[in-house]
């Protein structure tokens, strides 16, 4: 069982930048690989990046690569989100998510793939 807790959202102009961290319970944290998620209004929920349990692969969707860093710290059991450069768009709540996977298997960014989330924390960009 893994309980995942996110924070560091908020409201930040056009261009700013936010750090979202997810501290995840238990001790098999670095079991897991992690995921970022993020769901606006009306809308449905999307992968945003993901990283492999030991943090050498990471995997992010086309709109964000450049602009966001996903990196973990398994002596902490924490996983971070740095977005830069943020736009009116990337307005969400964002969520942390784990998944067990095989060894040597692919990152995934299959909302379904994953097993436990975080309950989401808002992160509002004004233009």
């Known amino acids: 069982q893994v309980q995942l807790v996110e924070s560091g959202g908020g409201l930040v102009q056009a261009g700013g930048s936010l750090r979202l961290s997810c501290a995840a319970s238990?001790?098999?944290?670095?079991?897991?690989?992690m995921g970022w998620f993020r769901q606006a209004p009306g809308k449905e929920r999307e992968f945003v990046a993901a990283?492999?349990?030991?943090?050498?692969?990471?995997l992010y969707t086309d709109s964000v690569k450049g602009r966001f860093t996903i990196s973990r710290d398994n002596a902490k059991s924490t996983v971070y989100l740095q977005m830069n450069s943020l736009k009116p768009e990337d307005t969400a709540v964002y969520y942390c998510?784990?998944?067990?996977?095989?060894?040597?298997?692919?990152?995934?960014?299959?909302?379904?793939?994953?097993?436990?989330w975080g309950q989401g924390t808002q992160v509002t960009v004004s233009s």
């Open positions: 998510a784990a998944v067990r996977l095989r060894v040597g298997a692919p990152l995934t960014s299959n909302v379904y793939d994953y097993d436990y």
């Open positions: 238990g001790r098999t944290f670095s079991s897991y690989a």
């Open positions: 990283i492999s349990w030991s943090g050498g692969r990471t």
